[in-house]
């Protein structure tokens, strides 16, 4: 009988987040030792971008630098995580039996968004990953939505991990580097404004974010990388105990900010 896990909400940053973890990763490596060892893990990383929600098969997964530019050492970097077809299966059965759409794919490997947290949290790649797909173009509540499908996997030992930023505005990073590193006001209003909104269980403005949160648009010019916050909201089933277990700021813009959705009563 495998122990029942939360649902978790992780940053990865950019990507020197491997080089440089500090107390973000400090934070995600200390919440991962508390977990009961995971059947299996489910994640969903805001760069894997499709049209419907598709599951990897692979039984070896590619460890993917999907960046440019950046320092050497993050391109001899291996994230030796394998796959599991049979876990798979169960999400992919667990996405179709809540009437979504599902595709698989039998090659895909885990891109920056999903072995950067993973090599933070489960250095010695021991438990099997399953990578499941965001969906941009279906928003938030399509997010939720798959969230919700994914939730009764929890009670099967599946971990499931949505990994994204709380705010993600390339342009204003550029620009923070540009004139002396300053971090925009919007960027901890954002963060706050989500913390509280959780805190109270407001679902609906949650979902809504873009029209009721301070700087809602500007932190996320595109919304890929909070969708998989909205994964982990709607995988932690209702009456979801939700904890912020990091805050904090990178890069000057990246709010790093980290949730765990457990069983039990809000708090």
């Not at 010019?221 to 709607?234: I, K, Q, R, T, W």
Request: charged share 15%; with cysteine; hydrophobic share 45%.
């Amino acid at each position: 009988m495998n122990p029942s896990q939360p649902a978790l909400f992780v940053p990865h940053g950019a990507p020197t987040f491997a080089l440089n973890p500090g107390a973000a990763g400090a934070a995600l490596a200390t919440k991962a030792a508390m977990l009961a060892s995971p059947r299996a893990i489910v994640i969903v990383s805001a760069h894997w971008d499709t049209a419907v929600p598709t599951v990897g098969f692979a039984e070896k997964l590619e460890t993917i630098h999907d960046f440019w530019g950046f320092p050497e050492a993050l391109y001899a970097i291996r994230y030796p995580a394998t796959g599991c077809p049979e876990a798979a299966r169960e999400v992919a059965a667990a996405i179709a039996a809540a009437g979504l759409p599902v595709a698989s794919d039998a090659r895909r490997g885990l891109d920056h968004g999903a072995w950067v947290p993973l090599r933070l949290m489960f250095p010695h790649a021991e438990v099997p990953v399953v990578p499941v797909s965001v969906q941009s173009r279906g928003g938030p509540e399509q997010a939720y939505r798959l969230g919700q499908a994914l939730a009764p996997l929890r009670d099967k030992g599946f971990l499931i991990i949505g990994s994204g930023s709380l705010t993600h505005n390339l342009r204003d990073y550029q620009a923070a580097w540009q004139n002396g590193g300053q971090t925009p006001a919007y960027v901890r209003q954002f963060a706050d404004w989500l913390a509280g909104r959780v805190a109270s269980g407001d679902v609906p403005a949650l979902l809504d974010y873009r029209r009721q949160a301070p700087g809602g648009a500007q932190a996320h010019p595109s919304e890929e990388h909070l969708l998989p916050f909205h994964v982990a909201l709607g995988a932690g089933g209702d009456n979801a105990r939700a904890t912020r277990f990091h805050a904090g700021i990178d890069d000057y813009v990246i709010a790093m900010d980290a949730y765990a959705f457990e069983q039990g009563e809000p708090q």
